[in-house]
């Protein structure tokens, strides 16, 4: 075969194994269009928020019900087992007794606080962090810090963790919130552990239960959602005050001032039957009139029987202690937002000079029944009244203007009751005369 033939030859075989212009760019997006299509999954998984919300098992659904509370009950177990027991606290006092740098004064340098720390008990190893030792430091010039105070975080610190694990238990809903009812079911549990209300009798134990409860969700239910929060219930004092009923020897005057105490609650209930003069269980407006000095304005009440609830124009237990609690604690925030509702007559938000002179009409009739001879106006009070809020708007009083004040117990007690009003024209009189000493 000559040179000419072989060529042709491999020619053709060479146009028949060859591949088209427009093959690799098939190819070429072929590849793009699954690329783009894997990039496009990725895109629009990254774009799912996750899930954080579990809904609540309703009534209708039995088993997921109890293996919400199975599991609520499991967590709650886990978290009460690296607690501290009395007899653990003991133990950690003795060690920091022994290891004490300075027995005279009893402090302990940061050596021997690591020392502690690698003797006690593993479960007392998470309160022996550095950050602790410098958070209780005094000033000492040598760094030292005292064991008593280490010792009274550690014991509060137990008892808070202690205390959160037992309010969690009547959390049905493991919101961390405590309902009304679930609060009273743990203040009736807790009743048998309170020494010093052993003398009420047990017919009186559920007016003491919801007079206990309503200053929880009088001071810490603000939004009025009717539940409060487990953590907020652990900030305040309440439960300090409650718990302090265990002490065998508690002394009356600590009681007085105490409201979770069996002479307290006695009392206002006592008062409560007292005004309750046709032994209805209920308080009519002619009846609330009597409370305290009986110098409420007749205004005040009237507004007191327009906002708050009512049933058939009288009022319960429950309505009668939120009155109480707003009345006797008038400088705090929560009494001065339940009272500024009341005050507010127009509902806008603010109070005026014609709202101002509404309530203090009722105090110059007042002043006149009482033979006062020297009448006041009103707009010398308006001018005091407003002088001593100092509100950003020199026409409008709100309730930020009255909290901020410092003085929101005077301003209310001028408008809304008689004797409050007469005490603040006399309180340079009343300041001067001697005291009796015993």
């Not at 997006?29 to 996750?50: A, C, N, T, Y």
């Not at 909290?403 to 006399?426: K, M, N, P, Y």
Request: charged share 25%; net charge negative.
């Amino acid at each position: 075969m000559d040179l000419k033939a072989i060529l042709k030859e491999k020619l053709k075989k060479l146009d028949e194994n060859s591949v088209s212009y427009e093959e690799p760019l098939r190819n070429e997006d072929k590849i793009f269009q699954d690329l783009l299509h894997e990039w496009g999954k990725v895109s629009i998984k990254s774009k799912i928020i996750p899930r954080f919300f579990n809904r609540i098992p309703s009534e209708t659904e039995p088993l997921r019900q109890k293996l919400r509370e199975e599991s609520r009950s499991d967590l709650l177990k886990r978290k009460s087992l690296p607690l501290l027991d009395r007899n653990e606290l003991n133990d950690l006092w003795m060690l920091l007794d022994q290891h004490q740098s300075f027995p005279d004064e009893q402090l302990i340098t940061y050596s021997d606080f690591q020392k502690v720390s690698q003797l006690a008990s593993p479960k007392s190893k998470p309160y022996f962090k550095p950050s602790l030792f410098a958070k209780l430091q005094q000033g000492d010039p040598q760094g030292r810090v005292s064991i008593i105070s280490l010792f009274n975080y550690v014991m509060r610190k137990v008892w808070l963790d202690h205390t959160r694990v037992g309010l969690s238990v009547y959390d049905s809903n493991g919101q961390g919130y405590l309902t009304e009812t679930e609060l009273e079911n743990y203040i009736t549990d807790l009743l048998p552990t309170l020494c010093q209300l052993d003398g009420l009798e047990k017919s009186f134990h559920s007016f003491y239960v919801c007079t206990a409860v309503r200053k929880f969700l009088f001071f810490l239910d603000v939004v009025r959602v009717n539940r409060v929060r487990i953590l907020d219930i652990l900030a305040c004092s309440f439960l300090d005050d409650l718990l302090e009923l265990r002490d065998q020897d508690l002394s009356k005057d600590l009681q007085e001032q105490n409201w979770f105490s069996a002479p307290s609650a006695l009392r206002i209930y006592g008062h409560y039957l007292n005004l309750d003069r046709d032994h209805n269980g209920m308080l009519s407006k002619t009846e609330l009139s009597g409370y305290g000095s009986g110098t409420l304005t007749q205004p005040f009440l009237d507004r007191v029987f327009q906002t708050c609830l009512t049933y058939g124009g009288e009022m319960d237990y429950k309505t009668y202690l939120d009155l109480v609690l707003a009345l006797e604690n008038r400088g705090e925030p929560q009494a001065l937002t339940f009272l500024f509702k009341i005050l507010d007559i127009k509902d806008c938000g603010y109070l005026d000079a014609f709202t101002l002179n509404y309530f203090f009409r009722a105090i110059q009739e007042q002043m006149k029944v009482n033979g006062s001879e020297q009448p006041i106006s009103f707009h010398d009070v308006k001018d005091e009244l407003f002088d001593m809020v100092k509100p950003k708007d020199r026409e409008k009083i709100t309730l930020n203007d009255l909290i901020t004040c410092g003085q929101g117990d005077t301003f209310v007690s001028i408008l809304i009751e008689f004797h409050g009003f007469w005490a603040h024209e006399h309180r340079e009189t009343i300041s001067s005369e001697p005291q009796d000493t015993l």
